[in-house]
């Protein structure tokens, strides 16, 4: 069974850094590579919507409202992803869900991790 395991939210005043990491457990080893990884978000009343997306090869993709603060990076030998987010603002406050997608399509989330940006 493979398990997407998010580490690194919290608390944190507006101006500051977190540096978020999901990692695929994989005990069977039935998944060679993701073909992408990313990380969506969702607020309180909000629907969940995408933060920052990157391919096999390292093609990252990112929403509007992180661009330029947030950076996203993967480690594929590991079957792992990162976000850096950077200049934090109370908006970034949110729920993070780590998300992966095999070569098959199946697509993977992890539990979420809390981020909470203080004014």
């Known amino acids: 069974q493979v398990q997407l395991v998010e580490s690194g939210g919290g608390l944190v005043q507006a101006g500051g850094s977190l540096r978020l990491s999901c990692g695929a457990s994989?005990?069977?080893?039935?998944?060679?590579?993701?073909?992408?990884m990313g990380w969506y978000r969702q607020a309180p009343g909000k629907q969940r919507e995408l933060v920052a997306g990157i391919t096999f090869v390292g093609r990252t993709d990112y929403a509007d409202f992180v661009k330029g603060r947030f950076t996203i990076s993967r480690d594929n030998a590991k079957k792992t992803v990162y976000l850096q987010m950077n200049s934090l603002k109370p908006e970034d406050t949110a729920v993070y869900y780590c998300?992966?997608?095999?070569?098959?399509?199946?697509?993977?989330w992890g539990q979420g991790t809390q981020v909470t940006v203080s004014s």
């Open positions: 994989d005990a069977s080893g039935s998944i060679s590579i993701f073909s992408t």
């Open positions: 998300n992966a997608e095999t070569l098959q399509r199946r697509v993977y």
